[in-house]
């Protein structure tokens, strides 16, 4: 007999999940509604998940400390696995009563995933790559790439123990996501959130800027190519072309120079070095020809005899006598005579001040005398380029501060082309010898504070350009096996020969791929650069990011287990 009330009868749910599983709608929704509201609920959990990150750290140490209590045979816990501050759950039942209501649950796999990424955000208060990063690039390393990788660990482990700690460690993987993709499009990138390697894309701008090709060991600073060119250039069958590149480094390096002091050429040769002397002692020529400084009636003159005089009394005072020059105080008494007597200080007696000042800066050992001589130097050029341009002169004016800046660099360029060795014979120099030219002769304070027309092209030349430390033993193990093949085959092995050869082909090959076009721009490109730039902001976002995740999956899971065990 067919029961009457059967169709008011509600049918029982076998499943003990039933009351606590999300109800299917009773219309389908859209996928871009979905998404929107998910996206919008997700906002108010990412800002749950930042307030409950005190209860997370707390709850991952109760897990830590109970998992080492068994680990060294405790039975049971250690600690109470139930935190004491507020857990995500905790937090969301009080905004859910208090403020929004419900929040809405996504309902299709890609409202999870909008609803996931927009817990992230929260990321964006970190910078990505140094402060002040593109919101591009924080959004991109930030969120949605650990946001995507966090949704599809948790997809893979759904309803399973292993959710929460999959969510958590898909976060941390998607932040150094970027990373390892970065480094496979551009291998030898340079972290440009370090300083170290915010100053090393400095100076390859400047080199490129300069015309010296680099190689991607000189570019990137990575020790493992780095070394690999480092061998191919000791390598027979590949050094010639290593030698090549350097060579052309060298010599376009030397020309890049050698422009700073207005000098078209390829090597500081004698007779380019004496060209330019002379070009440039004309320029002063001429200027002298303008200039007659009035000492006593003008505050430039004043100010020119003044400033004389302080810088031979500090000279005076901090040098001993037996080290001191006769120049800067006889200087300063003629400046002062000729104040005394309303006199003028014109081109010829500048240009014997200056020269004799020049020439004695260059000979002395003394870096204390040195400084004084090339202050009193410039003190005299400042007072004339000044007077110049007062008396109406300014094209002679701009004519002297040029022919100063190249005298001044060419001091330097000079100092750096004297030294020993076959280069120097050439004309050639290396960045360390400018480097130390330009700290003898500008100051090793204006090297230091980067001031100077030679100090960027120094310093990136000798950051980049510097040979790796090199023993000789590549050269010496392809030559012993090179002897040692040639040993078996007069032996009458060629077998033995030909197993001997080929580990020296074989490297001759790798050397000539390493160096080759093709793969020296591979292995040299900074496409990538920004996303192996990982700032620690990167990291603090992965790990927070990482904790909510965490903290909201395993607190649902709690949440569902006490109300089944007060059922």
Known sequence: MANPYEQFVQPVSTNPYAQFAQQPAQEPVSVGYDMGKSFASGIVKGGIGLAALPGTVEQLGRIGVNYVGRQFGAEGNTVAPEAALPQFSDIKGTVERNVTGPLYEPQTTAGQYAGTIAEFLPGMLFPAGGVGAHLGRRAAMNVIAPAVTSETAGQLTKGSAAEPYARAGGAIAGSIAPQIIGRMISPGAINTSTAKGAERA?????????????????????????????????????????????????ERFVEATLRRAGINARAATPEVMNDAFDRIGNEFNRAANRIAVPL???PVGRQLTQDVSRIAANYERITEPSLRSSLPRAINDDLAQLARQNQYMSGDVYNVWRSQLGAAARGAQDPRTRDALYSIQNTLDDAAETWLRSAGRGDVATSLKNARREYRNLLAIERAAIGAGENAALGTFSPQQLAQAVKTVHGQRNYARGQGDLVDLARGGAALMAPLPNSGTPARLVMSAMGGAAGAALGGAPGAAAGVVAPIIGQAVASRAVLNPTMQRYLGNQVASPMVSMAPGNREAARINAAAQFNETQSERDRLARALQQR
């Open 202 to 250: 400095r100076d390859v701008a400047v080199m490129r800027q300069e015309g010296v090709p680099l190689s991607a060991g000189d570019v990137s600073g990575n020790r493992s190519i780095r070394w690999a060119e480092s061998v191919a250039a000791d390598t027979p069958l590949a050094a010639g072309r290593a030698a090549a590149l350097k060579d052309t480094q060298s």
């Open 296 to 298: 006593s009636i003008t």
